[in-house]
């Protein structure tokens, strides 16, 4: 079962990787109630679980806002406080402190500039970042983690992405247009002018003409190499088969020579 835990991990890493240049060390952005999971399921240190989950090597942040709600709720988090304070800060620009789940969303835009992993235990705040199209998702679930594969939206947006790049844009395509319109306008003057020149010579365009009729081949015809006959040396020597007549003649020529 860990085994294909760990195959289908893997996968949604290569998914993100590919698809959105994901790079290690990966940042993963974890929120309070992921430290107390991690804290209460005794799954530490915890940057060796979430590397053991994403099977490589992870650098963990939080936000000062996530900080201040874990500070807030008194004794009752001061464990999550402590171990969250020992994770580098992820920069959020927020003058007046927010909730958790408002922060991290805000750290992680439309775009997730930054590629963030997200890792959270808040269900409310997953259902948010599916609809972001880079944003990984991690949760736990008792004493082990897991990545979530790559929502329905995702796979739409990166397919959607996909067809974009094989067609050219608007801008790709006047441009082309442009250049074309220039090369047919270059060589009709040139006709021209070599017209006026020579007037026995008239311009002629070769378009008109078929591969059979041109002095020059359009395409090079590579010599396709016939079947050669079997190697003279590896072919076994027929044997020859004498006429018995005639060997029945030489005998006798052979025994009247042996009676004289």
Do not use: W
């Not at 952005?29 to 430290?35: A, N, S, W």
């Not at 992680?108 to 808040?122: K, L, P, R, W």
């Not at 047919?184 to 378009?207: I, V």
Request: charged letters at 30%; proline letters at 4%.
């Amino acid at each position: 079962m860990r085994f294909k835990r760990q195959k289908r991990h893997r996968r949604t890493v290569r998914f993100f990787s590919v698809c959105f240049g994901f790079r290690q060390p990966f940042k993963v952005l974890c929120d309070g109630t992921f430290i107390h999971h991690l804290l209460h399921n005794d799954l530490i240190p915890a940057d060796k679980a979430l590397s053991n989950c994403l099977s490589a090597s992870v650098k963990l942040f939080t936000t000062s806002c996530v900080l201040a709600e874990l500070k807030k709720l008194g004794a009752s988090q001061s464990a999550s406080f402590q171990a969250a304070r020992k994770l580098a800060i992820a920069r959020c620009d927020h003058e007046k402190r927010v909730t958790a789940d408002a922060c991290i969303s805000e750290v992680i835009g439309e775009h997730n500039s930054e590629h963030f992993f997200v890792a959270t235990q808040d269900v409310d705040l997953r259902k948010k970042l599916q609809k972001v199209p880079n944003v990984p998702l991690i949760f736990g679930l008792r004493n082990a983690l897991f990545l979530e594969p790559p929502s329905k939206f995702q796979r739409e947006f990166v397919k959607s992405s996909e067809e974009k790049r094989l067609h050219m844009t608007e801008k790709e395509y006047k441009a082309l247009e442009k250049k074309t319109t220039t090369v047919d306008a270059g060589d009709s003057s040139d006709e021209e002018r070599l017209g006026c020149h020579n007037p026995g010579l008239q311009p002629h365009n070769t378009r008109n003409y078929s591969g059979n009729k041109r002095d020059v081949k359009d395409r090079v015809r590579f010599k396709r190499n016939k079947a050669k006959g079997p190697n003279p040396l590896s072919v076994k020597k027929k044997k020859i088969r004498e006429n018995p007549n005639l060997a029945s003649g030489k005998t006798d020529i052979l025994k009247s020579i042996g009676r004289k």
